[in-house]
């Protein structure tokens, strides 16, 4: 063969030969080589998003499995099978009965429903806390905002999917989740009665709701979820994983570890972890015994109903708004508000939220730059206070959520918790708020001071003069690169309101109030420490060094309280 | 039989007949009829014992004819089974004042309860205390008990009786605990916050199913730990407390081994 000349190595093995008989016929090493060579950032917060991923993943194979066993029909039966004992004899729907049959007849069909509906909860808390994690770390910023809207979009279908397939078993407990849909519909003004009718095909409960749940849970909510989850991994790759400040690290580069081997290594190991912890939850610990809430009636609902943890907020949010003189009659037609303003409004305003953060930042801060390297929450006080006053409201809400458990195990009047946390729910994300921007300014403080002046010894020196000092230790240059290298932004700066000939400038009033919101972003800022700053404080601090140096006889040394600015 | 035909026409023959006829009716009725348990074995001296434990333990709050006070109920009428409730589960003597009696460990022994029971019994006519048989679980019918709880019971007491919060600091407890003939009995006679549901209203049978379904409840659950069976919000806390730190465990874990 004349390929030795055109192709010197030739493939022995026969993994070898095949990826060449498919390289020839595809040019798939041209694209493997790429990203084999991708270079990741390296650190524990960077698997979060994986932790959701692969939480994804389990769910897919869970749901096929139960999708074999679960018949989504609202036809009457009765149960005949011979466990439980507490269902014998009773009517009930088809999609109820397949759900505790699944259960109880079919061979590791409890293990599935459970690791399923486990599964989900964990995937829906690890994309809140990967979620968490670019928001204070401020990788939502240039180019990744579009990034954090799909990733947005991704949370509100996780939330979507948990819905819809709570509902599916028709138990008491997804029958009371239904009603309560049905009933936040309808409060919406004009179209509410229309849209219940729509959705349920009639009155609620209706036959037709359970099917077309089932629809959209197997299969419009995943296929929008693992296309987006596409675009999602696909826009990452394509603008480059964010990495932590540090040393050499800078908005051009990317400091990290080769795809493959190390990687994809960790990758396929936090894949079992994941796997493995969700087996052990869906095999050791039991959730959703529907047989245990009996087969939907409308008439029925138990103590402790609630929905799953990532829709509590929504249920405290019901549970804390006044009732009474919150229902108005206009002309003959109901406004609710005691629904609307908690259901509707209230997850409105907080997604909205969600939405428009990276924006309304990029304005407040007038920065067009691209940014690869992420903030230290604390650079950033008033994005971190922020973020902490929004999971404040959050858990607020969910706790309202669970008023009744609060109740009784610790004891406390139900009717007083309610009215503690309606205050709390105002009070709270404000004094969240300053109190996490205080604490993060705090901090950017305590970093100038260890910059300009190093570690604390607690190696306390008397001079002969009777002056005491603390010896500092200088800190190193990649303490220092970090704690220096941020910007501290100021408020906008906006052209004045009339132009040189006096006329009022267009276009003034609206720069007037984006400066407002700019200096509640950046009035309270602490500054970096400059070079000359640095220079300065070294000229100072080797003077005291030398003084201490010039063989006075230590007197104290040892841990001490007493320190001294120097 | 000669000597009974030819006395037929006797003109005592109807008072005799009326008299036998009134005393089989009395009997078979005193042998079918449901006995109150304690109404048969109280004696006098238990009544005694009993008025004796009251004035000492109870007459402070229920006065000293058991009458009511401003503080608390009358007990004429509420019935042994009430007494036997209250004192059994340790509810009364009470402790102190609050929302709602809760249960402790039990001031007096059987005898001591069954006496008071007896004494409150005499004072008039009320729910007795439930026979073995009344409260036998295995002989009721969990499917049916289930359809009654969930209709009847579990918007306090949870679906599966781990309990609910009610208004105002009262709670209604759980009753994974709760003996069976303390079920029954609570259910008889109402206590506290507690509607009652009387014979009209569930029948004996179906207490007893009733009971067959939360004594089954005691056997966990085939899926696993039970969580406290409290529904979505103590797994909600368990996705975190279990899932989500160990998973970040492991993130960091895998993310520490080379940087």
Redesign the interface.
Known sequence: MSAAINSPVEPTTPVGKAADYLDQRTKIGVLTKQLVRKVFPDHWSFMLGEIALFSFVVLIFSGFFLTMFFEPSMELTEYHGEHPAQLHGQLMSVAFASTVEMSWDVRGGLLMRQMHHWSALVFVASMVVHMMRVFFTGAFRKPRELNWLVGTALLILGLAAGFTGYSLPDDVLSGNGLRITDGVVKSIPVVGSYMSYFIFGGEFPGEHIIPRLFTLHILVVPALILALIGVHLFLMVLNKHTQYPGGGRTDKNVVGVPAVPVFATKMVGNFFIVFGVLALMGGTMAINNVWNYGPYDPSLVSAGAQPDWYMLFLEGSLRLMPGQGTEWVIFGYTLSLNVLIPAVVIPGLLFTFLFVYPFLEAKVTGDHREHHVLDRPRNRPVRTGLGVAFLTAFIILAVAGSNDLIATHFVMSLNLITWVLRVLFFVGPVFAFWVTKRICLGLQRKDRELVLHGHETGRIVRFANGEYIEVHRPVDEQERWIRVSYDAHRPLEIAPATDARGVRRKGYRSDRRWQRISRFFYEDRVEPVTPAELAAAHAHGEHDEIEAQRGTPELVSGSASGEREH | MKALAARRHHRAAPVVLLLLALLVTGGVYAVLAPSPATADTASVEDIETGYKLFQANCATCHGPNAEGTSQAPSLVGVGAASVDFQVSTGRMPMQMNG?QADDKPRQMNEEQTAALAAYVASLGPGPAIPTEEQVDASKG???S???LF??NC???????G????????K??PELHDVSERNIYNAMVTGPQSMPVFNDANITPEEKRDIIA?IV??RDG???????G????????????V???V???G??????????
């Open positions: 929302p019918d969990p499917s008990g289930a359809r969930w209709t579990a918007m306090c007491h949870n679906a599966v781990a309990g609910g919060a009610l208004s105002e600091g709670w209604a379904y089954e409840q659950s085939a899926g696993g730990l039970t969580l069976s409290l529904g979505p919000v103590s797994e909600g806390i368990w996705t975190w279990v899932g989500m160990l998973l970040i492991a993130a960091v874990w895998i993310g520490a081994k080379s940087s």
